[in-house]
């Protein structure tokens, strides 16, 4: 088992390699010089040489992706030029902010897609299905700001029940947290239920036709426990595929709910390196959520064996 | 191609979404004939008008028409959605095709490039692109077009792996056809099913991503109407004139979705097991 993480993580180097050469390259060898990103066009041009000497952009480009490199082995994510602060240490205080908000994201997806899954596959072809599958979709189609919106508009303006926007933490008012992440969370959590919701139809549909199933169903057993014990527990394995690879989607869509409901989250980080054109910060969240996405999907083969005792990890 | 056709055809969540998609072009097309009003053109004599016979859908915080605007707005997002994805369908294309046809150290190389490019989370790729790149309408469909190339050079090249040892392709290696000639003329017209579906999934999450990059105001500018910026536009004045939100969200909404539904029948349309 550790063995197997080992290898997995060891085996993902060369991509994680890769994965910093391409944020390096991202501020670096697309047209634009960061230090007249920095300062605007029609910055002094002794001030922008100053800063280029600082920020050690005159060095050779190899020696300047060496340095940044041998930092993040180190877990040094330099520094952000707009106040000079460390960004590891930043990035580290907002990253719980946007785990909750994630975590409650996706306890609503899967509160909300599996049942509407489990009725849609065992009423196949009716007019149950064909809701599920249109409400399903519209989940995935409808933009994440603009649910917002819309449930900002019904809750906070219309019906007065939950505040718009902010962000309280947990250990100062629990309540008050958890009343403002509903919505939050609702809104991020729609596009993965539309999609848990359609895996795990049409994954349990594929079940069900099976041996086993029928061979449940021979020996009497109930329709409740043929399908939420047998049938759901081999359908899960596309569900967990499903999940792991939305979450470089659920990251994005991180990046608009934190916006529109003020949320200090590390979404919210994204947006902020990028009007503050601090670039050090950018190439950290940028990099940190590939890395994230690397690190669940590592994850989600682990869980393959939890649901499925016939895969095992030598 | 026909029984595909047919079946696509009897879907009828596929056809709402054709339907919904050749209304969105045409209005696009037609705006300058479907309305008298000018998307840009303000009247500071009717800020933020409720829905009337006049104003169809209202008009914004500088008088502007919103169902003008959300008309042209049509243009820039069918535009975006079809230029961007244009540009990852013949980026990764060519990508695709060139690793599966010759394997090797180049498919290695090149297939290590698309998966680190899809260890990034779309959106936050395209944002950190949009970004880098400069906000306008140009670099928003260069910044998603690039963000979509790995999705097309992963599956173009599978199933040119796929289709490589075959004999009609071992047949034209062997008359000694040149490399460009079989891989345009041979393999790519064997793998348009699985592509065309990638397509229109493309293109529904395009249109998604420049309306949030303009959302963010990291897309198109004002004052060219874009549903995206409509939307942050409106977001100040959400208790006064809650119809500048709802209808650019609507359109972003129903053209994402009508994307959507007709690559998904048209998946099950192409899928042998979904026969009916």
Known sequence: MILFVLRRLVGGLPTLLLVTLLVFALTRVLPGDPATLLLGEEANPQLAAKLREQLGLNRPILVQYGAWLGGLVQGDLGRSIRDNEKVSPIIWQKLPTSLELAFFALAIALLLGVPAGVVAALRRGSATDAGVTVLALSGISIPNFFLGILLVYLFSIRLDWIPPSGYVEPWVDLRKNLLLMLLPAFTLGTALAGAIARFTRNSLLEVLSQDYVRTARAKGLGERIVVWRHALRNAAIPVVTVIGLQLGGLLGGAVITEQVFSIPGFGRLVVDSVFNRDFPVLQAVVLISAISVFLVNVLVDLLYAAIDPRIRYG | ?276
């Open chain 2, 1 to 276: 191609m026909t029984r595909t056709l047919r079946s696509f055809l009897s879907n009828r969540l596929a056809l709402a979404g054709l339907v919904m998609v050749l209304l969105l072009a045409l209005g696009a097309v037609l705006a300058p004939w479907l309305t008298h009003y000018s998307p840009t053109q303000t009247d500071f004599t009717g800020l933020q008008q409720a829905p009337s016979s006049k104003h169809l859908l209202g008009t914004d915080e500088l008088g502007r028409d919103i169902f003008s605007r959300v008309l042209f707005g049509a243009r820039v997002s069918l535009v975006a959605g079809l230029i961007s994805v244009s540009i990852a369908l013949v980026l990764g294309g060519l990508i695709g095709l060139v690793a599966g046809f010759y394997g090797g150290w180049l498919d290695n190389l090149l297939m290590r490039l698309t998966d680190a490019m899809l260890a990034f989370p779309f959106l936050v790729l395209a944002i950190a692109l949009a970004a880098v790149l400069g906000p306008s309408l140009q670099n928003t469909l260069i910044a998603i077009g690039i963000v979509t190339t790995p999705v097309f050079a992963r599956l173009v090249r599978g199933q040119a792996l796929a289709e490589r040892p075959r004999d009609y392709v071992q047949a034209a290696v062997a008359l000694g056809g040149g490399d460009l000639r079989i891989l345009l003329r041979h393999l790519l017209p064997n793998i348009t099913g699985p592509l065309i579906v990638q397509v229109s999934l493309s293109t529904a999450a395009a249109v998604l991503a420049e309306a949030t990059l303009s959302f963010l105001g990291l897309g198109i500018q004002p004052p060219t109407p874009s549903w995206g910026s409509m939307l942050n536009a409106a977001r100040g004045y959400l208790a006064y004139a809650p119809w500048m939100a709802i209808f650019p969200g609507l359109a972003i909404f129903l053209a994402v979705l009508a994307f959507n539904l007709i690559g998904d029948g048209l998946r099950d349309a192409l899928d042998p097991r979904t026969k009916k």
